[in-house]
């Protein structure tokens, strides 16, 4: 693991980069927001609880991508709740921009695993818990060597790796392929599903 220097310099690195994006990219953001709001109303913002460094919960914020309420005509998986927009959103990775203000905030990191469900945490062995050891991040290992194509396995262990690993190099290089990957559009969504199926117990 990189030490304290480098953990020193990503966290003042994140901060100024993330005030940055948020500042450019504010007339996107802002676009994004109304057509959200025309297109599927409120709220444009989907907020969640989730395990942070440590572990300790923070509230992400992405845009919404899937209608409000599970109970709706038609919309009885959560696939079937992804909205026309969302998809869009999903695919070039836009829904994702909020979460600049997490890692401008210190919740996260641009680069790090990425946050998953509160309800995971029990499922986690001592090996992949390892991936709260540092801030989670807007794009990660996982992310930049295929995102949802792969299995929960390769995933979390690859977040090990990137923990056991990290380094600046390293961060840069996940950058690179992590654009690429959006660029591509790969690995937006599971091969046989618009959503990753939830993680359990029996697959580690």
Known sequence: MAGKNYLLFKRTMDAAISVCLLLALL????????????TQGRPVLFSQLRP????????????????PHAN???HNSEAGRITR???VLRRLSLDELPQLWN???GDMSLIGPRPL???YLPFYNSRQSCRHSVRPGLTGLAQARGRNLLSWEERLELDVQY?????????????????????????????????MEKFRPSHY
């Open 27 to 38: 007339p996107l953001l802002a676009f994004i927001s109304l057509v959200s709001l025309a």
């Open 52 to 67: 942070g460094l440590l572990g300790r919960p923070f509230k992400i914020y992405k845009f919404r991508t899937m209608t």
């Open 72 to 74: 709706q005509p038609g």
């Open 85 to 87: 927009l969302g998809r």
């Open 103 to 105: 890692v401008a905030r």
């Open 117 to 119: 469900l509160m309800e």
């Open 163 to 195: 923990v056991e690993s990290i380094s600046f190099n390293g961060d840069v290089r996940i950058f690179l392929w992590s654009v690429r990957a959006v660029i591509q559009g790969r690995g937006a969504s599971p091969e046989t599903s618009e959503v």
